[in-house]
C-alpha cells in the first residue's frame, strides 16, 4: 500500500480514468498502438485522402503547418514526425484512432489493460459510479480499447469519453469543462492518472485526484497515490 487516500467520506459519484500509464501500460501505447499506426499511416493517408473525415485531418495539419497547399507528402511526414516525438495533436490522434479500428477488428492486437481495472470499473459501476474516460487519444480510440480489450468489451461500463476536443490534459479548464458537462460537483469527481501536471490541473478544478504509480511510474509527493487500482475503495 502507498500513499492511500480516505475517499470513503468524499462521496464519489463519478470517476474520470485516463489510460495510458493509468489502466493501460505504456508498453502497449509505445511498443505497439504507435508502431502500428506509423506503419500504415503512408498508405492509409495517400489512400484515403479524398475520404471526408481523412481530408478534415489532413487540412488540420495543413493549418497546424501554417500551410494550406501543404502536399501530402509533407502532412505525412509531418504526422510521422508526431509519433516518433508523441505529440498529442488531436488531427494525429483522430487518424491513429481510425487506423487502429482495423487493427482491432482483424484481430491484430487487444487493449491492454491491467489485471487489477476491470473488476474495479465493473465494481463501481455496479455501486452506482458514473465512469468516464479522459485521454489523449480519440474517442473512438478509447472506445476500440474498452471494446476489444484483454477483459472483453467494457464499453457498457461507462457512461461517456473525453478527448482533447474538450481541451489539452495538463490544461484546468479541460477539467472545467468536464465537470460542467458531467452535471456534477467537481469535489464528489474523483480523476485518476499517472501524470503528475494532469492531476494537478484537475485538483485545481476542484476535483478529487490520485495518481496510479505503476511498474516505471514515478510517484510525485503532491498527490495520493496508488499502485493498483485494488487500493482504491470509494
Ligand atoms: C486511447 S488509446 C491510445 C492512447 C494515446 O493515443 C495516447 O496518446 C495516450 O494518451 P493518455 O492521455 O491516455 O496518456
Ligand atoms: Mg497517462
Redesign the pocket.
Given at each position: 500500500m502507498m500513499n492511500t487516500p480516505d475517499l470513503a467520506d468524499a462521496n464519489i459519484r463519478a470517476v474520470v480514468t485516463?489510460?495510458?500509464?493509468t489502466t493501460t501500460d505504456i508498453r502497449f501505447?509505445h511498443d505497439v498502438?504507435f508502431p502500428y499506426a506509423h506503419d500504415q499511416l503512408p498508405e492509409y493517408v495517400n489512400t484515403h485522402s479524398a475520404q471526408p473525415d481523412v481530408a478534415e485531418q489532413i487540412d488540420a495539419v495543413r493549418r497546424e503547418l501554417g500551410d494550406p497547399d501543404a502536399s501530402l507528402d509533407s502532412v505525412i511526414e509531418t504526422l510521422l514526425y508526431w509519433i516518433e516525438t508523441d505529440q498529442?495533436k488531436t488531427s494525429l490522434?483522430a487518424l491513429?484512432g481510425m487506423m487502429w479500428a482495423d487493427g482491432y477488428q482483424r484481430g491484430a492486437f487487444q487493449g491492454h489493460l491491467y489485471a487489477d481495472v476491470a473488476p474495479r470499473l465493473r465494481q463501481w459501476a455496479e455501486a452506482g459510479k458514473k465512469l468516464y474516460v479522459y485521454?489523449?487519444?480519440s474517442v473512438q480510440?478509447?472506445k476500440l480499447?474498452f471494446g476489444h480489450s484483454v477483459e472483453g468489451d467494457l464499453t457498457p461500463l461507462f457512461s461517456g469519453y473525453f478527448d482533447t476536443h474538450i481541451g489539452h490534459?495538463r490544461e484546468i479548464k479541460a477539467y472545467r469543462h468536464i465537470t460542467a458537462e458531467l452535471g456534477l460537483p467537481a469535489a464528489s469527481i474523483l480523476f485518476l492518472s499517472d501524470v503528475v501536471e494532469e492531476l494537478d490541473g484537475a485538483r485545481q478544478a476542484g476535483m478529487q485526484t490520485l495518481q496510479l504509480v505503476r511498474e516505471g511510474t514515478q510517484a510525485g509527493a503532491e498527490h495520493a497515490s496508488v499502485a493498483s487500482f485494488d487500493e482504491i475503495d470509494l
Open positions: 485516463d489510460i495510458e500509464g501505447v498502438l498529442k490522434k491513429q485521454s489523449s487519444g480510440a478509447q480499447l490534459k
